[in-house]
């Protein structure tokens, strides 16, 4: 097992009328701002519930943070924070809301132009306390210091991550997700399925306990996620699916293990290029990630295979070839495709991913630092 370091102080209120807690949880005689997306909470009485619980605190809002939250919409939200001198944020959405509020909560305490944030140029050494009212099981982001923002203006898609940005609190009532349409739940189930796949399909050290945490979380939600899309307003099958998806990227299960990440690290540039929902680049790029790096991952993709789906027979290359089939046959049955000419998008993107990533200098990575971008190029056209 590696060396590591944990702390995660979120405090998770989780449960069936938890949002009237917010007056509780909430500083007293702060300016807060409320941030949200575009307007399911207005649809779905979640709005209705914050603001009884918000009665005689001192707050404004800032409405619109779409899916894939942008830096432009976002420094929108900094004018406004700024002019009203805003102390406490207050998300209410998925994980591009609380995403956007992150970037918000680091950016009002920096002076130079906050997409250096994203760059990597300016460290974030504070930012504005923040809460979440979490509406979507996917992210984790409702209980990680993480946050991916996109900007219109370039097509990029970049993340940042820092202890600072950790919410304060986060409030998961699994019936603000009764009015999920399919497609997010079945988005929500891959993304935090491939998050698993993300600290747990690398190479072995040894980390029983980290493996078996990941197995229980890919488990729970193969049982659960299809019953959550089939029948949402079952409360135990909801709060079962949104559980496993927090812990699914709250940091526990890699801790001492090894990370890949580079499924992600590809998948984002497909948002950015494409708008392709996040989760569903995910589904593309991990099965031709297991096909094609099956000398980095295959101890753990036969482990994988065994465990999860029971593959128990043939040779290595077999063994791994049907789990490879098994995790496709899934998200293709959650209704996500898994080819990248399903969404429209020309070759060509196979090979402007890897010179995207090149011209930012991601040219090693993954768990073994061995994809190039070649490797990048052959990683898509595997899954065209
Ligand atoms: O905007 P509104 O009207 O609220 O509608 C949203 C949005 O259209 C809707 N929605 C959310 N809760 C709902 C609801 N509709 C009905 N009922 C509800 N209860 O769902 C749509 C998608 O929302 P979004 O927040 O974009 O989805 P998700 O939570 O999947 O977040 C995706 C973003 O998170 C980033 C992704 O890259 C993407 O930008 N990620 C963040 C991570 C992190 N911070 O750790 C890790 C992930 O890997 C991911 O990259
Ligand atoms: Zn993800």
Request: net charge negative; hydrophobic share 40%.
């Amino acid at each position: 097992m590696n060396n590591f370091e944990f702390y995660n102080p979120v405090h998770i209120v989780f449960g069936k009328g938890t949002i009237s807690q917010l007056s509780d949880l909430l500083p007293k005689n702060k300016k807060i701002m409320i941030t949200y997306g575009g307007g399911s909470i207005m649809k779905n009485g979640v709005y209705t519930q914050v603001t009884e619980a918000l009665k005689g605190f001192s707050y404004v809002e800032f409405g619109g943070i779409e899916p894939n939250p942008t830096y432009e919409t976002m420094m929108e939200a900094l004018a406004l924070a700024k002019q009203e001198k805003v102390e406490f944020l207050l998300a209410v959405g998925g994980g591009s809301v609380i995403d956007g509020t992150k970037l918000l909560a680091a950016a009002l305490c920096v002076n130079d132009e906050p997409w250096g944030i994203l760059q990597g140029e300016i460290p974030v050494e504070k930012a504005v306390p923040l809460g979440c009212v979490l509406t979507l099981p996917a992210t984790g982001s409702e209980m990680n210091g993480s946050a991916v923002i996109s900007r219109t203006a370039t097509q990029e898609k970049l993340s940042f991550g820092s202890k600072f940005v950790l919410p304060q609190f986060s409030i998961l009532d699994p019936e603000t997700c009764y009015s999920l349409p399919d497609k997010q739940i079945a988005n929500g189930i891959v993304d935090a399925f491939i998050h698993v796949m993300e600290q747990y399909l690398t190479f072995p050290v040894n980390t029983p306990l980290q493996d078996r945490w990941a197995e229980g979380v890919l488990h729970t939600l193969v049982e659960e996620g299809p019953k959550a899309m089939k029948n949402k307003t079952d409360y135990d099958t909801m709060a079962n699916f949104m559980w496993s998806a927090t812990m699914a990227l709250n940091g526990i299960i890699s801790r001492g293990a090894v990370e890949d990440w580079s499924t992600h690290i590809i998948g984002h540039e497909l948002t950015a290029l494409h708008g392709i929902d996040h989760a569903r680049t995910l589904a593309i790029v991990l099965p031709a990630n297991m096909n094609l790096r099956r000398n980095v991952k295959g101890e753990k993709i036969i482990q994988y295979g065994e465990r999860i789906w029971g593959v128990t027979q043939g040779s290595a290359n077999e063994r791994i070839d049907a789990t490879i089939e098994k995790t496709v046959a899934f998200f293709e049955s959650l209704g996500v495709p898994t080819h990248l000419r399903a969404y429209d998008v020309p070759k060509e993107t196979c090979t402007l991913v890897a010179e995207r990533l090149k011209n930012r200098g991601v040219v090693e990575f993954g768990e073994k630092d061995d994809i190039t971008p070649e490797l990048v190029t052959k990683i898509l056209l595997d899954r065209y």
